[in-house]
C-alpha cells in the first residue's frame, strides 16, 4: 500500500491507534482524525521517527462541519484519501425502557451518521482515482443484539448496512466497501467493565483470551491492501469466535 494514503477516525487511541500504527508500517500515508490533538500529535511524533508521513487533523464525528472541515483540510493539505477507516465509536448503554432520547442521538449521530458523512466526503476523490477502500468497525453485536445498548447495536448493525449498499454502489469503481465486526476488545472502552462480566465475555472465547487492538489492526491493514481486491460487502468477525 506504499504512498496510498489513508484516513483513520478516532485514531487517538485504541483500535484506531493500532490501525494508524499497521497502515504506517504498511507503507501508507496516514491521516490521523479525533478529537483530541493532543494524543494525536503523540502518535504522530512516534510514526514520523518511523519514517512515516503522518497528518493529524482535528475531528469531531458528531458535528457534520467539523467532518467537512477535517476531510477538506487533509485533501487540501496531505492528498486524496484512497483509504477510509471509520473507527470511531461511543457508547451511552442503557436499558431502552429508560434511555434517554439525547444518548440514542448521541451515539447515532458520532457512530453511524459520522461514518456516512465521512464517507460522502471521501468517495468523489476515490470515483476520479478509480481506487478505493472504505472500512467500517462494526461489532459483534451489530450481529447478535445486545442488552442495555439498543442505541450502540443500532449503529453497529446500520453500519453494516451502511457497508453492504455502499460496496453495491461502488463496485463499479473498483472501491471496495467492508465491515469488521470485533469482539470484546481490550480499550479504554471495555477498561470499566466489571472483572465478573469480563469472565463472563471470556467464557463465550473459544479462543480463550479477549481480543488486542492489533488483532482488529491486522484485518483492517488486510482489507486495505491489493491482496483483498476481490472482497467487498463483507463482514469480517473479528471475535475469537464468540460468533460463528
Ligand atoms: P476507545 O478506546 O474508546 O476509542 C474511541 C476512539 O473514538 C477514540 O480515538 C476517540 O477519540 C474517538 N472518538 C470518540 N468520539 C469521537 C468523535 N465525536 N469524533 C471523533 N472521534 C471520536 O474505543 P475502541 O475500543 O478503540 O473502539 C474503536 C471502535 O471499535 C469503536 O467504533 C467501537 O465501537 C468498536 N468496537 C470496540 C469494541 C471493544 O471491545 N473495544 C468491540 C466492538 C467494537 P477522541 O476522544 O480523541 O475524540
Same mark, same amino acid.
Given at each position: 500500500?506504499?504512498?496510498?494514503?489513508?484516513?483513520?477516525?478516532?485514531?487517538?487511541?485504541?483500535?484506531?491507534?493500532?490501525?494508524?500504527?499497521?497502515?504506517?508500517?504498511?507503507?501508507? &500515508?496516514?491521516?490521523?482524525?479525533?478529537?483530541?490533538?493532543?494524543?494525536?500529535?503523540?502518535?504522530?511524533?512516534?510514526?514520523?521517527?518511523?519514517?512515516?508521513?503522518?497528518?493529524?487533523? !482535528?475531528?469531531?464525528?458528531?458535528?457534520?462541519?467539523?467532518?467537512?472541515?477535517?476531510?477538506?483540510?487533509?485533501?487540501?493539505?496531505?492528498?486524496?484519501?484512497?483509504?477510509?477507516?471509520?473507527?470511531?465509536?461511543?457508547?451511552?448503554?442503557?436499558?431502552?425502557?429508560?434511555?434517554?432520547?439525547?444518548?440514542?442521538?448521541?451515539?447515532?449521530?458520532?457512530?453511524?451518521?459520522?461514518?456516512?458523512?465521512?464517507?460522502?466526503?471521501?468517495? !468523489?476523490?476515490?470515483? &476520479?482515482?478509480?481506487?478505493?477502500?472504505?472500512?467500517?468497525?462494526?461489532?459483534?453485536?451489530?450481529?447478535?443484539?445486545?442488552?442495555?445498548?439498543?442505541?450502540?447495536?443500532?449503529?453497529?448493525?446500520?453500519?453494516?448496512?451502511?457497508?453492504?449498499?455502499?460496496?453495491?454502489?461502488?463496485?463499479?469503481?473498483?472501491?471496495?466497501?467492508?465491515?469488521?465486526?470485533?469482539?470484546?476488545?481490550?480499550?479504554?472502552?471495555?477498561?470499566?467493565?466489571?472483572?465478573?462480566?469480563?469472565?463472563?465475555?471470556?467464557?463465550?472465547?473459544?479462543?480463550?483470551?479477549?481480543? &488486542?487492538?492489533?488483532?482488529?489492526?491486522?484485518?483492517?491493514?488486510?482489507?486495505?491492501?491489493?491482496?483483498?481486491?476481490?472482497?467487498?460487502?463483507?463482514?469480517?468477525?473479528?471475535?475469537?469466535?464468540?460468533?460463528?
Amino acid at each position: 500500500m506504499t504512498n496510498r494514503t489513508a484516513f483513520i477516525t478516532g485514531a487517538s487511541r485504541g483500535i484506531g491507534r493500532a490501525c494508524a500504527i499497521a497502515l504506517a508500517d504498511a507503507g501508507a &500515508r496516514v491521516a490521523v482524525g479525533a478529537r483530541n490533538m493532543q494524543q494525536l500529535d503523540e502518535l504522530a511524533e512516534q510514526l514520523r521517527s518511523q519514517g512515516s508521513e503522518v497528518f493529524p487533523v !482535528q475531528l469531531d464525528l458528531s458535528s457534520a462541519e467539523s467532518i467537512k472541515d477535517a476531510f477538506a483540510k487533509t485533501a487540501k493539505d496531505f492528498g486524496a484519501i484512497g483509504i477510509l477507516v471509520n473507527n470511531a465509536g461511543i457508547t451511552k448503554d442503557g436499558l431502552a425502557v429508560r434511555m434517554k432520547r439525547d444518548d440514542w442521538d448521541r451515539v447515532l449521530a458520532t457512530n453511524l451518521t459520522g461514518a456516512f458523512l465521512a464517507i460522502q466526503q471521501v468517495l !468523489q476523490g476515490m470515483m &476520479r482515482e478509480r481506487w478505493g477502500r472504505i472500512i467500517n468497525i462494526s461489532s459483534v453485536v451489530g450481529e447478535t443484539g445486545n442488552p442495555g445498548q439498543a442505541n450502540y447495536v443500532a449503529s453497529k448493525a446500520g453500519l453494516i448496512g451502511l457497508t453492504k449498499s455502499i460496496a453495491r454502489e461502488m463496485g463499479s469503481r473498483n472501491i471496495t466497501v467492508n465491515a469488521i465486526a470485533t469482539g470484546f476488545i481490550e480499550t479504554d472502552m471495555t477498561a470499566g467493565l466489571s472483572e465478573d462480566l469480563k469472565g463472563a465475555m471470556l467464557a463465550q472465547v473459544p479462543l480463550k483470551r479477549l481480543g &488486542r487492538a492489533e488483532d482488529v489492526a491486522a484485518a483492517v491493514r488486510f482489507l486495505a491492501s491489493e491482496a483483498a481486491s476481490y472482497i467487498t460487502g463483507h463482514v469480517l468477525d473479528v471475535n475469537g469466535g464468540a460468533y460463528m
